[in-house]
């Protein structure tokens, strides 16, 4: 059984630091468990590597509901919640509010309900103060434990919201991955390259964490120089096999075992990424169930970009699937110049969780090693993406000309060292 006391949870979370472990904190009554609070916790969990809940005693929750709560007794509660895979440990607790467990706890990220705001909550100061921040979790329209209850004491006339697709269908867990190496073969190191005194990667990392969808965003690398440089930053990291001949089996790799539902492969080297081209490009998984896989693309209205052999071109069918991706001029147009509906393709993919798995198992394809373009296996395989048409335009570092053209930018000059 997973309940711990206080200073069993010291012990267990001084440990797990050390180890550098994200800690994830949450507490509240769970006074009548429902698949809510499973979806809750599961979302928690997503921010962190470890999930503590602090549970409010029997006591407490009469305190701060009435002498009629809680439903289940604390010890119940706390080896259901025990029992579930999302929660690592349980500490009960008797005050209205979880300082004392806070204190013993120091989480890197406390996370409450979308019912509060973070003004709005008494122990946020002092999470900030211990060096963690506070994280919202939006909360369902039209369900509440409360609510719940007084339909279950006969309180209530209307039934508990058949067809509510809150609880039978939550809000999917979105991550956001940046896969970084070290070995470039035209640009080494790059990840690490300044940019006004940050290096790349902090850049494509706060922007891309400003996309309102990623409720985690963290860099899957498998060199130390650059988990060093995104740790003084304050990013997440985690290490991955060196091994991987691309990006994707990165990215496959950091969420294996990660409880997530949708995931982001946000490229490493787009230090200008629009936090809206993220949004844009997981709006039809959250939208379709049934989408497995989608990808942006931009109107090529210049006839160089056109014909430009590093540029990849998307031609798609009518309802905005992807039929074929190419390095050359696609679609064919007799009069030389790009026609209307030629794309120029964004390297920013979405996938959902599963399909990413079986997408990194399979074998590279004939036309994905002939145009060396990795998303043609999905084509390949009998897979679709879905192509969202965006104003966003890409400027990736692939070379040091490409870093000079984004200083520039920015307002560098030109003396900025590299």
């Given amino acids: 059984?997973?309940?711990?006391?206080?200073?069993?949870?010291?012990?267990?979370?001084?440990?797990?630091?050390?180890?550098?472990?994200?800690?994830?904190?949450?507490?509240?009554?769970f006074d009548l468990?429902?698949?809510?609070?499973?979806?809750?916790?599961?979302?928690?969990?997503?921010?962190?590597?470890?999930?503590?809940?602090?549970?409010?005693?029997?006591?407490?929750v009469r305190g701060l509901k009435g002498p009629q709560r809680p439903l289940i007794p604390q010890e119940q509660r706390a080896e259901v919640l025990a029992g579930l895979e999302a929660v690592d440990y349980v500490v009960i607790f008797d005050e209205s509010t979880p300082h004392e467990t806070i204190k013993a706890v120091v989480p890197h990220v406390h996370v409450k309900g979308g019912d509060y705001t973070e003004d709005q909550l008494p122990e946020a100061p002092l999470v900030r103060a211990l060096g963690g921040r506070v994280v919202i979790v939006p909360v369902v329209e039209g369900w509440s434990t409360t609510a719940i209850a007084q339909r279950i004491q006969g309180l209530r006339g209307e039934g508990l919201g058949q067809g509510q697709p809150s609880i039978l269908n939550p809000q999917p867990i979105v991550v956001g991955v940046i896969p970084a190496r070290y070995a470039s073969s035209r640009f080494p190191g790059k990840a690490l390259a300044d940019i006004a005194g940050k290096p790349m990667i902090q850049w494509v990392y706060e922007r891309a964490s400003q996309a309102e969808c990623l409720q985690r965003l963290l860099v899957a690398t498998d060199d130390e120089r650059i988990a060093e440089a995104v740790?003084?930053?304050?990013?997440?990291?985690?290490?991955?096999?060196?091994?991987?001949?691309?990006?994707?089996?990165?990215?496959a790799e950091a969420v294996r075992d990660m409880p997530c539902d949708i995931v982001v492969n946000v490229q490493g080297d787009e230090p200008l990424i629009d936090p809206r081209a993220i949004e844009q490009a997981v709006q039809p998984l959250l939208?379709?169930?049934?989408?497995?896989?989608?990808?942006?693309?931009?109107?090529?209205?210049?006839?160089?970009?056109?014909?430009?052999?590093?540029?990849?071109?998307?031609?798609?069918?009518?309802?905005?699937?992807?039929?074929?991706?190419?390095?050359?001029?696609?679609?064919?147009?007799?009069?030389?110049?790009?026609?209307?509906?030629?794309?120029?393709?964004?390297?920013?993919?979405?996938?959902?969780?599963?399909?990413?798995?079986?997408?990194?198992?399979?074998a590279p394809t004939p036309l994905e090693e002939l145009e060396r373009l990795e998303q043609l296996r999905v084509l390949e395989s009998g897979g679709k993406i879905k192509v969202v048409v965006t104003d966003y335009t890409a400027i990736g570092v692939d070379t040091l000309e490409d870093l000079e053209k984004v200083r520039v930018r920015l307002g560098v000059p030109k003396s900025a060292p590299s």
């Fill in 1 to 29: 059984m997973k309940v711990k006391t206080r200073e069993e949870i010291r012990t267990i979370a001084a440990a797990l630091r050390q180890q550098g472990k994200r800690i994830v904190f949450t507490n509240g009554c």
């Fill in 33 to 60: 468990l429902h698949v809510g609070h499973v979806r809750y916790l599961r979302a928690a969990k997503a921010q962190g590597d470890v999930l503590i809940v602090g549970l409010n005693s029997d006591a407490s």
């Fill in 231 to 251: 740790r003084r930053f304050g990013g997440e990291v985690v290490m991955t096999s060196p091994e991987h001949p691309s990006g994707t089996d990165r990215l």
């Fill in 287 to 362: 939208n379709d169930a049934a989408l497995q896989m989608s990808t942006l693309a931009t109107p090529i209205t210049a006839e160089e970009v056109w014909h430009d052999p590093n540029v990849v071109k998307v031609v798609t069918d009518v309802n905005g699937f992807a039929l074929y991706f190419s390095r050359a001029s696609i679609p064919y147009h007799r009069s030389g110049m790009p026609p209307l509906n030629a794309l120029h393709h964004v390297g920013l993919y979405v996938y959902r969780k599963d399909f990413l798995l079986r997408f990194a198992a399979l």
